[in-house]
């Protein structure tokens, strides 16, 4: 894949070549790449070495002395053709989509799936990102934001309260576990955290408790 194909050892020559195809201004300005773009996304291309890159992970390495990996070269100014070092930075597919819901970018995803009533239901679940993702066709990462009130704003709403919420609810299911149950969690070492949590319907966190006995210390 292009967006992380290995960037070649640079010559001097090489170096100097790629800067001369960048428009360099003031620190805080976008450096626009003046030279190929790819006809699709937009990005900055160059040739080194026989190998096709990106313009702006070239100008990452370049500029941090360090080589991105398996890791994808951000834009903070949303300018795809920009190779300022400043406006740079490393993250993952889903630090990408995060970013894009934020700016507003990925928009017509988004709200061609969610809507405030749903935002509403997002907030008030206690399923996780990951099972709500699933249930209304998004990434784990818009969940996370509308949670966080990032997105699909609600001035009413208040992130902190909801964590206090979900805290309660999964202490009251803890509290109604049996004796027998609580020693059944503590006797099944073969068994995964997350399977006792699915079977007895408790939060990760209850499980470990009581394994732990921090909970249940009577048992």
Not at 45 to 64: D, E, P
Not at 102 to 109: L, P, Q
Not at 126 to 146: C, E, K, M, Q, T
Request: glycine letters at 6%; charged letters at 30%; proline letters at 4%.
């Amino acid at each position: 894949m292009r967006y992380l194909r290995p960037i070649p050892r640079l010559s001097d020559s090489d170096q100097a070549r790629f800067w001369s195809h960048v428009d360099r201004r003031a620190s805080d300005d976008c450096w626009e790449w003046t030279a190929a773009v790819g006809k699709k996304d937009g990005y900055g291309l160059i040739r080194v070495q026989g190998t096709q890159v990106l313009a702006h992970r070239v100008a990452y390495l370049l500029g941090y002395g360090q080589h991105p990996k398996d890791q994808l070269v951000l834009h903070r100014c949303d300018n795809r053709r920009c190779c300022n070092p400043r406006h740079l930075f490393l993250g993952t597919y889903a630090d990408n989509n995060a970013d894009r819901a934020i700016k507003g970018r990925s928009g017509h995803r988004v709200n061609a799936k969610l809507n405030r009533r749903a935002a509403r239901t997002i907030r008030t679940s206690n399923d996780s990102d990951y099972i709500l993702a699933l249930r209304f066709g998004v990434h784990p990462s818009v969940i996370h934001l509308v949670r966080r009130n990032l997105i699909w704003r609600d001035r009413s709403y208040d992130p902190a309260e909801r964590k206090r919420h979900r805290e309660a609810c999964q202490h009251g299911r803890a509290a109604r576990l049996t004796p027998i149950q609580v020693r059944d969690i503590r006797n099944s070492p073969d068994k995964t955290t997350a399977a006792l949590a699915r079977r007895y319907g408790v939060s990760w966190s209850a499980v470990k408790s009581i394994r732990h006995h921090r909970t249940w210390r009577n048992v």
